[in-house]
């Protein structure tokens, strides 16, 4: 196995990776720095919102505007609104949600803009190769990763075009997969970083951008909304964001704690572009692009701790999304930023003080005020509404108590405790049906390669998903991966895994942690161009 070596090590090339990289060559040019990115390109596997408040971009690079960052479209106004089956009703907007000063942009876009920033700063940056295993030393301290072979058939047995990993160590690995990643996971229950945290919980964010009519479009127009096609008892709402060219964004998040197993995030997002509200906005329109990815929700009592021996977990892979704001690109780019200068100190050989500047950083303010907002939905969406406004307005984001969260994949109920939902079948104008959305994620993934979405135990997938809960993961998966069909007639599970856009929902939501997400050949997967 072929070896390299540097100083630093950085696992996934997302705003948090970015940022460490670029602040690590800001304080030490000298410093040599790698980052592995598993996406075909730096970008690739990026989607988002996304509004940007640009308060960590101005602390990385002052003179940002100078060097044409895609930040270019300032909010201009903000919406937001309930919904119920036939009419809107505007609601004053809460102040985390205001925009003032912020931007709407490509965070894809404004990645592979970062990207660029660090090669010319000497970062050495891989695509197209994907961290799978943890490398250790015979101290047990985390010492570098392992890439992923390349040229592996379905059956497991190296083909004529087989390349094995890559033994890539470093001084200190951080590692910023973004949300649900797989090696942060992997180090997170090695090292125990969450004995002392809440359980994460998340949501399925689903986006679409179009091409509407001039005379309906405002470039930094943003609207929000709760309520109507969900449920009163189910988290979610939507996004509407114009960027520039007439184009808007369009997405709907759900949250994974949902407890009926016949809901299906992706047919809820199709059912609200369907709203009196939003209709008038797409009609005549064409859709450009589609994406789906999983988002943390926990906040600031679901982080677990950040360090460990040889490295650190930064950015969405340990869950510094602001719910209340619906923005984590300034969060996770500033713990990229500390941890960088945590590192420096390492370096230099004094401790590695990552985890005390985060805690004593605008980032631990801002989650700590908001922690009670998400976990109150767990009531109801009024009862939630309630405990935000209390929490905001009275309490101010000093409340002496932090609700628990609960994990996402336990909140199911019974199938037979639960009703079905009888959604309309796609129009192919403002609808559709998740194979022409997946076909628009431009998803590489080579037919012989081998399953990256493994089952600990193949049985349970029928004799407890299909007979307790009507095999859910056919409806939360938005890209039509997991299928039931019938075999000697009885069913079983067929996994479409060429279909997979790399959300990690499955992971998340599987009622007994059947199904692991494992990073497939470097390079497959969605290719996202403007998300």
Same mark, same amino acid.
């Given at each position: 196995?072929?070896?390299?070596?540097?100083?630093?090590?950085?696992?996934?090339?997302?705003p948090s990776g970015l940022s460490a990289a670029i602040r690590l060559k800001q304080l030490d040019p000298a410093i040599t720095v790698c980052?592995?990115?598993?996406?075909?390109?730096?970008?690739?596997?990026?989607?988002?919102?996304?509004?940007?408040?640009?308060?960590?971009?101005?602390?990385?690079?002052?003179?940002?505007?100078?060097?044409?960052?895609?930040?270019?479209?300032?909010?201009?106004?903000?919406?937001?609104?309930?919904?119920?089956?036939?009419?809107?009703?505007?609601?004053?907007?809460?102040?985390?949600?205001?925009?003032?000063?912020?931007?709407?942009?490509?965070?894809?876009?404004?990645?592979?803009?970062?990207?660029?920033?660090?090669?010319?700063?000497?970062?050495?940056?891989?695509?197209?190769?994907?961290?799978?295993?943890?490398?250790?030393?015979?101290?047990?301290?985390?010492?570098?990763?392992?890439?992923?072979?390349?040229?592996?058939?379905?059956?497991?047995?190296?083909?004529?075009?087989?390349?094995?990993?890559?033994?890539?160590?470093?001084?200190?690995?951080?590692?910023?997969?973004?949300?649900?990643?797989?090696?942060?996971?992997?180090?997170?229950?090695?090292?125990?970083?969450?004995?002392?945290?809440?359980?994460?919980?998340?949501?399925?964010?689903?986006?679409?951008?179009?091409?509407?009519?001039?005379?309906?479009?405002?470039?930094?127009?943003?609207?929000?909304?709760?309520?109507?096609?969900?449920?009163?008892?189910?988290?979610?709402?939507?996004?509407?964001?114009?960027?520039?060219?007439?184009?808007?964004?369009?997405?709907?998040?759900?949250?994974?704690?949902?407890?009926?197993?016949?809901l299906s995030p992706f047919e809820e997002f199709q059912r609200f572009?369907?709203?009196?509200?939003?209709?008038?906005?797409?009609?005549?329109?064409?859709?450009?692009?589609?994406?789906?990815?999983?988002?943390?929700?926990?906040?600031?009592?679901?982080?677990?701790?950040?360090?460990?021996?040889?490295?650190?977990?930064?950015?969405?892979?340990?869950?510094?999304?602001?719910?209340?704001?619906?923005?984590?690109?300034?969060?996770?780019?500033?713990?990229?930023?500390?941890?960088?200068?945590?590192?420096?100190?390492?370096?230099?050989?004094?401790?590695?003080?990552?985890?005390?500047?985060?805690?004593?950083?605008?980032?631990?303010?801002?989650?700590?005020?908001?922690?009670? *907002?998400?976990?109150? !939905?767990? /009531?109801?969406?009024? #009862?939630?509404?309630?405990?935000?406004?209390? &929490?905001? %307005?009275?309490?101010?984001?000093?409340?002496?108590?932090?609700?628990?969260?609960?994990?996402?994949?336990?909140?199911?109920?019974?199938?037979?405790?639960?009703?079905?939902?009888?959604?309309?079948?796609?129009?192919?104008?403002?609808?559709?049906?998740?194979?022409?959305?997946?076909?628009?994620?431009?998803?590489?993934?080579?037919?012989?390669?081998?399953?990256?979405?493994?089952?600990?135990?193949?049985?349970?997938? *029928?004799?407890?998903? !299909?007979? /307790?809960?009507?095999? #859910?993961?056919?409806?939360?998966?938005?890209? &039509?991966? %997991?299928?039931?069909?019938?075999?000697?007639?009885?069913?079983?599970?067929?996994?479409?895994?060429?279909?997979?856009?790399?959300?990690?929902?499955?992971?998340?939501?599987?009622?007994?942690?059947?199904?692991?997400?494992?990073?497939?050949?470097?390079?497959?997967?969605?290719?996202?161009?403007?998300?």
């Amino acid at each position: 196995m072929d070896e390299m070596r540097y100083d630093v090590v950085i696992v996934g090339a997302g705003p948090s990776g970015l940022s460490a990289a670029i602040r690590l060559k800001q304080l030490d040019p000298a410093i040599t720095v790698c980052i592995l990115e598993k996406g075909s390109e730096v970008g690739a596997h990026i989607i988002s919102g996304c509004v940007l408040e640009p308060r960590a971009l101005e602390e990385l690079f002052p003179d940002w505007r100078q060097r044409e960052a895609p930040v270019t479209i300032p909010v201009v106004e903000d919406h937001f609104s309930f919904l119920t089956r036939k009419y809107h009703f505007r609601l004053p907007v809460p102040p985390q949600m205001k925009n003032k000063g912020n931007y709407v942009i490509s965070l894809s876009q404004f990645c592979r803009w970062l990207g660029r920033q660090a090669e010319a700063l000497g970062v050495e940056i891989y695509p197209g190769f994907a961290a799978v295993e943890a490398l250790f030393n015979t101290e047990g301290t985390l010492c570098g990763v392992k890439t992923g072979d390349q040229g592996v058939g379905r059956d497991g047995v190296p083909t004529a075009s087989y390349q094995p990993g890559i033994a890539i160590y470093g001084k200190q690995v951080l590692v910023g997969e973004g949300c649900r990643g797989s090696l942060a996971e992997t180090l997170i229950r090695h090292f125990k970083l969450r004995d002392e945290s809440h359980p994460q919980t998340y949501g399925l964010g689903l986006k679409e951008i179009w091409q509407v009519k001039p005379e309906l479009h405002k470039p930094g127009k943003v609207v929000h909304s709760v309520g109507w096609p969900l449920d009163f008892q189910t988290y979610g709402g939507s996004f509407l964001y114009h960027l520039a060219d007439n184009q808007v964004a369009v997405g709907f998040v759900v949250g994974l704690d949902y407890r009926n197993p016949y809901l299906s995030p992706f047919e809820e997002f199709q059912r609200f572009k369907t709203h009196p509200a939003i209709r008038p906005l797409f009609e005549g329109g064409k859709r450009l692009s589609f994406g789906a990815r999983a988002l943390n929700e926990g906040g600031w009592q679901s982080i677990p701790k950040l360090t460990f021996p040889g490295g650190a977990i930064i950015g969405c892979s340990a869950g510094f999304l602001n719910v209340p704001k619906i923005k984590g690109t300034h969060t996770a780019m500033k713990s990229g930023m500390l941890s960088a200068e945590g590192i420096f100190e390492t370096l230099q050989g004094r401790p590695n003080d990552y985890e005390s500047r985060l805690r004593q950083s605008w980032v631990a303010k801002e989650l700590h005020q908001v922690r009670n *907002i998400r976990p109150g !939905f767990r /009531l109801g969406l009024i #009862p939630g509404l309630i405990n935000a406004a209390l &929490g905001t %307005y009275v309490w101010r984001g000093r409340a002496p108590w932090t609700l628990r969260n609960h994990a996402d994949y336990q909140q199911l109920n019974l199938a037979k405790n639960s009703k079905p939902i009888d959604y309309p079948k796609p129009d192919g104008v403002l609808t559709f049906d998740r194979l022409s959305s997946v076909f628009l994620c431009t998803i590489h993934h080579p037919e012989n390669q081998p399953n990256h979405l493994q089952l600990e135990n193949p049985d349970l997938a *029928i004799s407890h998903n !299909f007979n /307790l809960y009507d095999s #859910p993961e056919q409806r939360y998966c938005p890209a &039509g991966v %997991y299928e039931i069909v019938q075999s000697h007639e009885k069913p079983a599970l067929q996994i479409n895994s060429a279909n997979c856009i790399h959300c990690k929902t499955c992971d998340i939501k599987d009622p007994l942690q059947n199904i692991h997400w494992v990073p497939p050949e470097g390079g497959s997967g969605p290719t996202y161009s403007d998300m």
